[in-house]
């Protein structure tokens, strides 16, 4: 019999031993007790194998958009979803309609189709108590929280001579302290686990100035400082804070012609706008040619910041732009 040469050490000394066995097993007279043959055993192979458990999710403004994109590319992970979104008007004074029970459910159902499970609590970011009783609810439901994605929020679009209080107040609630809220009231069950990670969804707004986006653009620059500063807060209890910038994505809250006429910026007040136009002109004006982006091109970095992958990467921002990067003021 000729050996494998490729056999490792442990293996060949184990094939020695086992057909050393096997002949004076066959001979009549008895094994020597000074021969001690034992079958060779892999030391580093472990006893028995851990089950693994599966992570807990809670994402903001799940029902559709980004958030409902950040839902199914985590459930793609093995992860379970808590979901939470407002499922009403957010402010009166938004040009796009509000989410509804039947985009939660496509949610569920896309999620569910990928063997996570998927719960959900109609909860406004805005208000603190209402959140703090969501995220108990949250944590008895699986018993740990891994992730928390603040995604929810608002658009809203004014000149800025023109804008009234409730503009500023509804802009800043649900973008500032909704995220602040939702960050806030998760965080000690991450702390009590022993780490986790959070993930701010911002915006290119918060990058560079706006026309007409005065409140808007305020209120994606505070999410930048504010992912920030809980990173150095946090870094301690192991979690890390991460934000991540997308441009102009494609959903409900920009596919209207106010958020086009405002994309497309100066000169073009009196033009009738349609979806070809738009998108042939937005192009050309991108490096890379994308009138925009989808929400599952944002999704994937998401689901990076909160991989193992990402433990070391923390007060970071990660954009998704195309190439609106290249725009930047600051």
């Not at 939470?84 to 029970?101: C, G, K, Q, R, V």
């Not at 000690?188 to 022993?194: A, E, R, S, T």
């Not at 911002?202 to 994606?220: C, D, F, I, P, V």
Request: charged share 20%.
């Amino acid at each position: 019999m000729a050996f494998n040469t490729a056999i490792g050490q442990d293996s060949r000394r184990n094939f020695i031993n086992q057909a050393a066995v096997i002949y004076f097993t066959s001979c009549s007279e008895d094994i020597p007790s000074s021969m001690n043959i034992v079958p060779q055993t892999n030391e580093h192979e472990p006893k028995e194998k851990k089950k693994k458990v599966r992570k807990v999710a809670v994402v903001t403004g799940a029902a559709r958009g980004i958030g409902r994109s950040v839902c199914v590319a985590l459930a793609k992970e093995g992860i379970d979803i808590f979901g939470i979104d407002i499922l009403a008007e957010a402010s009166p004074l938004a040009e796009y309609p509000h989410s509804t029970e039947n985009d939660l459910t496509e949610t569920k159902r896309q999620v569910e189709a990928l063997g996570s499970a998927f719960y959900f609590a109609k909860s406004d970011v805005r208000n603190y108590q209402q959140m703090e009783d969501t995220a108990k609810q949250a944590l008895a439901w699986k018993g740990r929280i891994d992730i928390v994605a603040a995604v929810a929020g608002v658009q809203l679009f004014k000149p800025f001579e023109l804008t009234e209080q409730r503009h500023w107040q509804d802009t800043i609630e649900n973008n500032v302290l909704g995220t602040a809220y939702t960050m806030r009231v998760f965080t000690p069950y991450l702390i009590q686990q022993g780490g986790g990670s959070i993930v701010i969804v911002s915006s290119t707004q918060g990058m560079r100035g706006l026309r007409h986006g005065a409140a808007y653009s305020s209120s994606k620059w505070a999410l930048v400082g504010l992912g920030k500063s809980a990173a150095i807060d946090l870094g301690g209890h192991n979690i890390t804070v991460n934000i991540v910038v997308p441009g102009l994505i494609d959903t409900a809250m920009t596919r209207n012609e106010r958020r086009w006429r405002e994309a497309m910026g100066a000169g073009f007040e009196n033009t009738k706008l349609t979806e070809e136009f738009v998108s042939k002109t937005l192009a050309e004006r991108d490096v890379l040619h994308l009138p925009w982006l989808s929400p599952d091109d944002v999704a994937p970095v998401v689901v990076f910041l909160t991989s193992d992958a990402a433990r070391k990467i923390t007060g970071a921002v990660y954009d998704v732009t195309g190439g609106t990067s290249t725009t930047y003021t600051s």
